[in-house]
T-cell receptor, first 111, second 113 residues
Framework: DAKTTQPPSMDCAEGRAANLPCNHS???????VYWYRQIHSQGPQYIIH???NNETNEMASLIITEDRKSSTLILPHATLRDTAVYYCIVRATAGANNLFFGTGTRLTVIP | GAGVSQSPSNKVTEKGKDVELRCDPISGHTALYWYRQSLGQGLEFLIYFQGNSAPDKSGLPSDRFSAERTGGSVSTLTIQRTQQEDSAVYLCASSFSRDTEAFFGQGTRLTVV
């Protein structure tokens, strides 16, 4: 039973917005959705998280559907340094402590 | 330092030896996680600490793996009688509380030869 479903890979032109989708249809009502990214050979980097409302910070925006079954991470102006694997993360089970990292989306920003 | 610190950054050990991996979390963070990542794979959860206690050890792959945390701060992951399949990057993360964002260290790359 997949906790999250993400496309395995995406390309984005440099300077354009990158929209990364995620399905998390089994998320429970009080659990957050987190987004992290991992650049080759580095530890995962926190990007943003949300519960019900859309969120924005200096890195990205997070759009969460009203039914909370899916979300989209938006990088407004992708740069070459944004090339990484992006993980959409929820708790493994309701009330669980561990964050479940699926297989992520490998985003490649193209010059 | 301001971030999560892990040591050593690289460790090569002979099969059958014991190893200890250290994690210094961000000061004041009560939650601490250990994950491992094999080459080209995703992150595999190992253990979670809240303070000094480990309410969730569900990810430890065998009884050769153990972890402790002292003073609500430093954590040590110990692997006894290492096997080649233990080769991976071991990542530590900490967060202020369970529901806040977790910050990861750069990991320890363990190679068992």
């Amino acid at each position: 039973d997949a906790k999250t479903t993400q496309p395995p890979s995406m390309d984005c032109a440099e300077g354009r917005a990158a929209n990364l989708p995620c399905n998390h249809s089994t998320i429970s009502g009080n659990e957050y959705v987190y987004w992290y990214r991992q650049i080759h050979s580095q530890g995962p980097q926190y990007i943003i998280h949300g519960l019900k409302n859309n969120e924005t910070n200096e890195m990205a925006s997070l759009i969460i559907t009203e039914d909370r079954k899916s979300s989209t991470l938006i990088l407004p102006h992708a740069t070459l340094r944004d090339t990484a694997v992006y993980y959409c993360i929820v708790r493994a089970t309701a009330g669980a402590n561990n964050l479940f990292f699926g297989t992520g989306t490998r985003l490649t920003v193209i010059p | 330092g301001a971030g999560v610190s892990q040591s050593p950054s690289n460790k090569v050990t002979e099969k059958g030896k014991d190893v200890e991996l250290r994690c210094d979390p961000i000061s004041g963070h009560t939650a601490l996680y250990w994950y491992r990542q094999s080459l080209g794979q995703g992150l595999e959860f190992l253990i979670y600490f809240q303070g000094n206690s480990a309410p969730d050890k569900s990810g430890l792959p065998s009884d050769r793996f153990s972890a402790e945390r002292t003073g609500g701060s430093v954590s040590t992951l110990t692997i006894q009688r290492t096997q080649q399949e233990d080769s991976a990057v071991y990542l530590c993360a900490s967060s202020f509380s369970r529901d806040t964002e977790a910050f990861f260290g750069q990991g320890t790359r363990l190679t068992v030869v």
